[in-house]
Nanobody, 120 residues
Framework: QVQLVESGGGLVQPGGSLRLSCAVS????????VGWFRQAPGKEREGVSC???????TYADSVKGRFTISKDYSKNTVYLQMNSLKPEDTAVYYC??????????????WGQGTKVTVYW
């Protein structure tokens, strides 16, 4: 059974940084790509970033140059380093995956989400 568990969210001031983690079980990072998504209050869920089976990465235009996705095979975990955070980055962040090697990631399996709040 594939499970994803996000962590690392919290409260941060504009300009600050957070690192989100997505620990995956029942699925190895060699099995497919993993994506990060977010949903802000009153808005639809949107894709933020993706890392493929071969470590190719994609980013939404709104986060390019500020966010970095990476993975640790030994921990079977995908990270999202978020720098220069803005109030508009406030959202619940989710990771998702499925058995597709390339990005965008399939979204057959979702984590429970981790909340990020950027405020003064």
């Amino acid at each position: 059974q594939v499970q994803l568990v996000e962590s690392g969210g919290g409260l941060v001031q504009p300009g600050g940084s957070l690192r989100l983690s997505c620990a995956v079980s029942g699925f190895t990072l060699n099995d497919g790509s993993v994506g990060w998504f977010r949903q802000a209050p009153g808005k639809e869920r949107e894709g933020v970033s993706c890392i493929s089976r071969w470590d190719d990465t994609t980013y939404a235009d709104s986060v390019k140059g500020r966010f970095t996705i990476s993975k640790d095979y030994s921990k079977n975990t995908v990270y999202l380093q978020m720098n220069s955070l803005k109030p508009e980055d406030t959202a619940v962040y989710y990771c998702a995956t499925g058995f597709r090697f390339t990005c965008p990631a399939r979204t057959d399996y979702w984590g429970q989400g981790t909340k990020v709040t950027v405020y003064w």
